[in-house]
């Protein structure tokens, strides 16, 4: 089966991890997970409904308030932030599917670098959107959850919807709305509400 969903490999001479028992000496090889074995009235794949999560897998450098970090990505070196998403779109969509896990799951952001303004964001967003539905029909991999990241960037220093400067407060309003409809036009099947959004829900109502 042919894994080459974007324009690079960046996994090259890996093929999809399979179940191999737990006899098995490959490193790159399911021992206990067997995604086709009956439990109950359910197979293994419906019980642990595994996604891999962008800001974890294909985004944190791994700096820490000690250091630089330390992950040099392959699929983080083009300037231009959307060649930078694609690149990491296709990579993403590698790794999950010769990993054979079923969904992924992301912050606004984690997808494609947040502009200079937020109108600018969401242009960003929605060429990554739809550069996502593509990759989503190659491969079968669906959205589990999206979310928006209202915790990074300075501005929310003070916090997102608890932030008593309103200019940031409707900033991260609309990025939760654009975080919103990104997630429904993916067919996401849930999205993640941080604590701090139920302020930010009012108002979008």
Request: charge should be neutral; glycine fraction near 8%; charged fraction near 20%.
């Amino acid at each position: 089966m042919n894994y080459l969903i974007g324009n690079k490999e960046f996994f090259p001479g890996i093929q999809k991890i399979a179940y191999e028992g737990p006899k098995s000496n490959n490193p790159l090889a399911f021992r206990y997970y067997d995604e086709n074995r009956k439990v109950g009235t359910k197979l293994m794949k419906d019980h642990f409904r595994f996604a891999v999560a962008y800001w974890h897998t294909l985004t944190g450098t791994g700096e820490d308030p000690f250091g630089a970090g330390t992950k040099d990505f392959p699929w983080s070196h083009a300037k231009d932030p959307i060649d930078h998403g694609k690149e990491k779109m296709d990579a993403a969509f590698e790794f999950i599917t010769k990993m054979g896990i079923p969904f992924y799951c992301f912050h606004d952001f984690d997808i494609v670098a947040e502009a200079d303004t937020i109108a600018e964001s969401e242009k960003r967003l929605q060429i990554i959107v739809d550069y996502a539905k593509q990759k989503q029909k190659a491969s079968g991999v669906k959205l589990l959850w999206g979310t928006a990241n209202l915790f990074s960037h300075p501005r929310y220093m003070n916090g997102a919807a608890t932030n008593p400067d309103f200019n940031v407060l409707t900033y991260a309003a609309t990025q939760v709305k654009n975080a919103l409809d990104a997630t429904i036009a993916l067919g996401g099947e849930n999205y993640v509400y941080q604590p701090n959004t139920s302020m930010i829900l009012m108002l979008l109502q």
